[in-house]
């Protein structure tokens, strides 16, 4: 099979409506290398470069509250520094360059996805909505 590991994608694919920071930047930790009162920062399996973690909200307004924020797992040497807030904005919107998609099967048996990014900026222009495909069916 063609397709092994972590999935490409762009940011309008996993964010068409775009996404806003919701949390600070923190390191992940790895529960396997961490003992009793000693942290082990998380490295990816495949760059070995440290993992990093930020909670994003969703603009999709067509999903429930429960599936708006997402973890969204940052690979670099150095915390991630947040872009500025924008004044007059409750929420700090952000886009993410060299998205992968991992999916997986969480504890309630359903496909989800470990999303994970290579760098983190500032929106640059407002996210556009995807447009719908024709043919595609109301669900």
Same mark, same amino acid.
């Given at each position: 099979? @063609? ?7 762009? $940011?309008?694919?996993? $964010? ?12 992940? =930790?790895?529960?396997?290398?961490? #003992? ?8 990816? =399996?495949? #760059?070995? /470069? ?10 999709? *307004?067509?999903?429930?509250? @429960?599936? =708006? ?7 670099? *040497?150095?915390? &991630? ?7 007059? %904005?409750? $929420?700090? &919107?952000?886009? $993410?360059?060299?998205? #992968?998609?991992? *999916? ?6 359903? %496909?989800?996805?470990?999303? =994970?990014?290579? /760098?983190?900026? @500032?929106? #640059?222009?407002?996210?556009q909505p995807a447009k719908a495909s024709a043919g595609k069916d109301a669900a």
């Amino acid at each position: 099979m @063609a397709l092994q590991g972590p999935i490409p994608v762009t $940011f309008a694919m996993v $964010f068409p409506h775009g996404c806003y920071i919701v949390g600070e930047v923190e390191p992940v =930790k790895d529960f396997d290398a961490s #003992t009793n009162g000693r942290f082990v920062q998380s490295r990816d =399996k495949q #760059t070995g /470069e440290l993992v990093w973690q930020v909670a994003v909200m969703d603009g999709d *307004p067509t999903l429930k509250p @429960a599936q =708006k924020t997402v973890a969204v797992k940052i690979l670099a *040497p150095v915390q &991630p520094v947040p872009p500025q807030p924008m004044p007059g %904005l409750p $929420f700090t &919107p952000v886009a $993410f360059d060299g998205i #992968t998609a991992t *999916p997986y099967v969480n504890a309630a048996g359903r %496909l989800a996805y470990s999303i =994970k990014v290579r /760098e983190m900026h @500032a929106l #640059t222009q407002p996210s556009q909505p995807a447009k719908a495909s024709a043919g595609k069916d109301a669900a």
